[in-house]
């Protein structure tokens, strides 16, 4: 089983902090082209350099699979980041786009209405993350935070994107490259220590894994939990992401509200579970997020589906 790492020379904070771990762990070799591009391994650790957006690229770890016949056990996705507020940053997200319809169209890659399972190292990468940027003086001009579940490409194995944003001068800044490198260096046990961030079901049977619901793109109460060492991270549903149609006043039967709300929530949860097998997902809302009906109707699914809420000190080891 190998860790696929996946970066595009069209993307300047993509190739920029791929480079940067090329150089810093000087046991690479080539490895062999997939699709006409190439790919470097070390250990059990393999990275490919693609050349168009990475949000297209879809069964990555089938394509390599086919050409090598090696099993891909995750996908990390090196990525830039973009925003109004063209604010610096370092992020962290889950992938999908489980509230659309199946039949929808995607303008940001994946398959409509599914998710793939979050990769277990969001948590701990996170913090580790936020206290490489810390050590490498980029706070507090850079923000750290995760984002919400959001666009593609589908893959089946578990997977996440570190990202850099959010402008051209920030994609290219060398120092958030050196940054994200050093993240993976050391996140992915490149430097001679223990890799960070493992799920494995015969060490963590029974752990709590949060499922965050409501809240805006960069969930920031979700954030403030995830900040505690030893939380495991699954999907992130914002509260955009949760499409429900007004009931009007006075409503008694949540199971008549439409929308996409309850089926993103499913597929989150389907999703969480096959990543953390053994695991315990339990939901954390952002209830100051939504309205009254909303947290009625979405605290009435969630007992419907057996599927438990927690609060900010539950998700704690």
């Known amino acids: 089983m190998v860790c696929l790492l996946v970066a595009t020379k069209a993307d300047p904070a993509s190739i920029g902090p791929a480079s940067a771990l090329l150089s810093l762990c000087s046991s690479w070799t080539r490895g062999p082209d997939i699709d006409n591009n190439p790919s470097y391994r070390t250990r059990d650790v393999r990275m490919i350099h693609l050349q168009d957006k990475i949000v297209y690229e879809d069964f990555l770890e089938q394509r390599w699979e086919t ?9 990390i996705f090196m990525s830039r980041h973009t925003a109004a507020s063209n604010r610096p940053a370092l992020t962290v997200h889950p992938i999908g786009i489980p509230h659309l319809e199946h039949d929808a169209n995607s303008p940001a890659g994946g398959k409509p209405g599914r998710a793939s399972p979050p990769n277990s190292r969001i948590g701990a990468w996170f913090r580790l993350l936020k206290s490489t940027a810390a050590n490498n003086n980029l706070l507090p001009e850079f923000e750290v935070t995760l984002e919400a579940t959001h666009h593609g490409p589908w893959t089946e194995v ?18 958030a490259a050196a940054t994200v490198a050093s993240v993976f260096m050391k996140g992915l046990g490149l430097d001679g220590d223990q890799a960070v961030g493992c799920w494995s079901e015969e060490i963590h049977a029974g752990e709590k894994v949060l499922l965050g619901i409501g809240g805006g793109h960069y969930a920031p109460r979700h954030t403030d939990i995830a900040q505690k060492d030893g939380v495991w991270v699954g999907h992130l549903l914002s509260g955009y992401s949760l499409l429900m149609s007004d009931p009007g006043a006075n409503v008694k039967d949540y199971d008549k509200i439409e929308g996409t709300w309850k089926e993103a929530i499913l597929e989150a949860v389907s999703a969480t579970k096959r990543a953390f097998p053994g695991g315990e997902v339990v939901a954390h809302l952002d209830g100051k997020s939504f309205k009254a009906w909303q947290r009625n109707a979405i605290t009435w699914f969630l007992g419907k589906k057996n599927i438990k809420v927690g609060k900010p000190g539950d998700f704690a080891p």
């Open 158 to 175: 578990p997977a996440m994107f570190v990202e850099i944003g959010s402008t051209e001068d920030y994609w290219r800044r060398e120092d």
């Open 67 to 75: 050409v090598t016949g090696e099993n891909v056990s995750e996908i």
